[in-house]
């Protein structure tokens, strides 16, 4: 258990809706990624934030978007959702702020587009 | 294409052999890491080797580093079935963008 919580674990809706994917990352730290991955793509990083700034950004599409809280747990949103966004969502947290050290994945979110 | 790239794709070997598995890359690096993931489950951090490092050990793990090949390798010595799983290069871009590029893996399976 690397102590990052992802919720809902699975989710299923159709295309051109919305939903929200929910991340509490381990104790103390305060950087949380969002990693989207595929088939076809592979593991992709999308976003990260540092005790609630947005502080890198990687391959996120503009119908996606991410927020991390005051008390650290982030959000990621993904609207307009296309039979391409099926996927495994990745969260994951470090106490780094900058470089790219040591993660710890949570079990991630299957989202099925249908 | 990919920053990072494993070979081989996948690997089938018994139980108590060691596995070996590669990673090549195309720009210079900070630091290079492995992860292993279960199937469908979360990533698990394996490793980091800085670009100043030749190897390191962790356990049954030893990572080589060749910076001027531009390539990885991780060692698994005397495997067991437990270690049946995804095994995933990442690499820290030096100057470039602000990012951790997996690879696309390497499924290795350990048979009983």
């Known amino acids: 258990d690397s102590g990052v919580t992802q919720t809902p674990k699975h989710l299923i809706t159709a295309t051109g809706q919305r939903v929200t994917l929910r991340c509490s990352p381990r104790s103390g730290d305060l950087s949380v990624y969002w990693y989207q991955q595929s088939l076809d793509q592979g593991l992709q990083f999308l976003i990260q934030?540092?005790?609630?700034?947005?502080?890198a950004k990687g391959n996120i599409l503009e119908r996606f978007s991410a927020q991390q809280f005051p008390d650290l747990h982030s959000e990621l949103n993904l609207s307009s959702l296309e039979l391409g966004d099926s996927a495994l969502y990745f969260c994951?947290?470090?106490?780094?702020?900058?470089?790219?050290?040591?993660?710890?994945f949570g079990p991630g979110t299957r989202l099925t587009v249908l | 294409s990919q920053q990072g790239e494993e070979d081989p794709q996948a690997l089938s070997i018994q139980e108590g052999e060691n596995a070996t598995m590669n990673c090549s890359y195309k720009?210079?690096?900070?630091?290079l890491q492995w992860y292993r993931q279960n199937s469908g489950r979360g990533l698990v951090h394996l490793i980091l080797i800085r670009s100043n490092e030749r190897e390191k050990h962790s356990g049954r793990l030893r990572v080589t580093l060749d910076t001027s090949k531009k390539s990885s390798s991780l060692l698994i010595t005397a495997s067991r079935a437990a270690d049946t799983a995804s095994y995933f290069c990442?690499?820290?871009?030096?100057?470039?963008?602000?990012?951790?590029?997996f690879g696309k893996g390497t499924k290795l399976t350990v048979n009983p």
């Open positions: 934030y540092y005790n609630g700034e947005e502080r």
């Open positions: 720009t210079s690096i900070n630091n």
């Open positions: 994951a947290s470090s106490v780094l702020a900058g470089g790219w050290g040591e993660q710890f």
């Open positions: 990442a690499t820290d871009i030096q100057g470039g963008s602000e990012k951790l590029v």
